[in-house]
């Protein structure tokens, strides 16, 4: 399974936009590139997922590298329920199955 | 709730005691898996279930864990001659499909403690 790598830890104020990066170099053709989140004590919870172009939805857009070697999640304005786990998980669509989770990265929102 | 469903939420138990786990996923998702969460990290992956069949289960970490999903809804992990290291929390997710690019829905957990 292809790897990704993401910061253990980012800050963000509440209501200004944060940038949630994600490196995949080893990306193949056939890897969407997918987000979840875990908010404390809940399961993990589907953001967005993307191939090439970049993607908008009403969570959250998400960025991709015209190479595909790396995407960035973008949260227009956190807010302290946005405060997670964000994981950036590849998955290969034609043979889909499990997701492989990472370390991600978590995300603290001061008010 | 029309979401994946876990029961018990929290199971304590004892070292070498028999615990079984219960998923029961999203109406016609055919797709289920299992994963398991320490304290600090991120899911790992344990099995997965398309229909009744298992179609991954290279995550289970030995002969003491086994799940079931015998008419391709429900899903039960079972774990045997429980240790203290098996103590985490236990997730279960469904999706409409095992292929594609389908989202996982998880459900909250079961944390289970081996005393």
């Known amino acids: 399974d292809a790897k990704t790598t993401q910061p253990n830890s980012m800050e963000s104020n509440e209501e200004e936009p944060v940038h949630l990066p994600c490196n995949h170099s080893?990306?193949?053709?056939?890897?969407?590139i997918h987000w979840y989140r875990q908010l404390p004590s809940q399961g993990p919870e589907y953001v967005i997922h993307?191939?090439?172009s970049n993607v908008n939805n009403r969570m959250a857009s998400l960025a991709i590298a015209e190479d595909r070697k790396s995407s960035t999640l973008i949260l227009h304005r956190a807010t302290l329920r946005d405060a997670a786990v964000y994981y950036c998980i590849l998955r290969d669509a034609p043979q889909g199955g499990k997701l492989i989770f990472g370390q991600g990265t978590e995300l603290s929102v001061k008010p | 709730g029309a979401g994946v469903s876990q029961t018990p939420s929290n199971k304590v138990t004892e070292k070498g005691k028999y615990v079984e786990l219960r998923c029961d996923p999203i109406s016609g998702h055919t797709a289920l898996y299992w994963y398991r969460q320490s304290l600090g990290q991120g899911p790992e992956f344990l099995i997965y279930?398309?229909?009744?069949?298992?179609?991954?289960d290279s995550g289970l970490p030995n002969d003491r864990f086994f799940a079931v999903r015998p008419e391709g809804s429900v899903s039960t992990l079972k774990i045997q001659r429980t240790e203290r290291g098996d103590s985490a929390v236990y997730l279960c997710?469904?999706?409409?499909?095992?292929?594609?690019?389908?989202?996982?829905?998880f459900g909250e957990g079961s944390r289970l403690t081996v005393l």
């Open positions: 080893t990306i193949s053709g056939t890897d969407y």
């Open positions: 993307g191939l090439t």
């Open positions: 997710a469904s999706s409409l499909a095992l292929a594609g690019t389908g989202e996982l829905f």
């Open positions: 279930f398309q229909g009744t069949g298992a179609a991954d």
